[in-house]
């Protein structure tokens, strides 16, 4: 989604008006029958993917089978929240309000994060991902081409993240952009979710901007055995990712890139690394 707006540039000493576009940044809220769960800004489109992909990956649901159903709407409690998605669930994937509330409403662009999520993911005995995928240096310095070239609101804005979904050959199968890189996550998830494709055992997920702790949380909960970005991970988000043996990648670009988890899931073809 673009707004268009009147900027002013200065370019060598010249000043000029001129049409821009900007990428659009509005609330969320997503609630669970009439009780709210949380509220995250993100770029408006795919929102039911987004809604379904973080109720899975912030362990709400275990499957597709307990949304009854998402639906779109509008709050009329608070005309400033502006979006709305409401899900009914079964009775026993239900959350606790009492104990949820502090965990969700911290909901932003950066995600949720802190002590309280950490020891959340890792109460819920994760599985590790498959580890038998494999996939070639080769074919993962020529994903991020594919990201960039994908990207139909950043070519007009460069103001979002993007997250893709690859298969074991390479070819793109979903893409997704926000501006926030773990929604842009979830709705990749959240695709998945509604299309009754989980677990991820056999792709690789790409994303823009840094691997954040968020961003491999969600990607083991939907079983994901690669996650590569284009730039650093963070401390936790390596630490994460060895403890349950996901392949993490980062500063994929040109022809270089660092493994900082699971070289095992990368096959050499010719020679192997010193």
């Known amino acids: ?137 080769e074919l993962l310095v020529k994903l991020p081409d594919v990201l960039r070239s994908s990207q139909d609101v950043f070519q007009r804005t460069g103001g979002l993240h993007a997250a893709a979904l690859f298969d074991s050959t390479g070819a793109l199968q979903v893409l997704r952009e926000d501006i926030g890189r773990h929604n842009a996550v979830d709705k990749v998830i959240g695709w998945a979710l509604l299309g009754g494709r989980l677990p991820l055992a056999n792709f690789v997920l790409l994303v823009s901007g840094r691997g954040g702790f968020e961003i491999v949380q969600k990607a083991i909960v939907a079983g994901l055995p690669v996650v590569a970005s284009v730039s650093a991970p963070s401390g936790l988000a390596v630490q994460l990712a060895r403890e349950l043996r996901l392949t993490l990648i980062g500063f994929l670009r040109g022809r270089r890139f660092v493994i900082y988890s699971g070289e095992e899931r990368i096959a050499q073809s010719k020679h192997h690394a010193e």
């Not at 987004?50 to 159903?69: K, N, P, V, W």
């Not at 779109?72 to 949820?100: H, I, K, T, W």
């Open 1 to 137: 989604m673009l707004n268009l707006t009147k900027v002013s540039e200065w370019d060598d000493g010249h000043l000029h008006r001129k049409d821009d576009y900007l990428a659009a940044e509005e609330p969320l809220e997503i609630r669970v029958g009439t009780e709210p769960l949380s509220v995250t800004m993100r770029t408006p489109g795919h929102d039911i993917e987004l809604a379904a992909g973080f109720l899975f990956t912030e362990g709400i649901i275990r499957s597709a089978d307990q949304i009854i159903s998402l639906q779109p709407g509008v709050s009329d409690d608070n005309s400033s929240v502006g979006n709305l998605v409401q899900a009914e669930l079964v009775p026993e994937a239900v959350p606790d309000f009492a104990s949820m509330q502090r965990h969700f409403f911290a909901a932003s662009s950066c995600g949720i994060c802190g002590k309280a999520s950490i020891d959340s993911v890792r109460s819920r005995l994760l599985k590790a991902p498959n580890p038998d995928f494999r996939c070639t240096p």
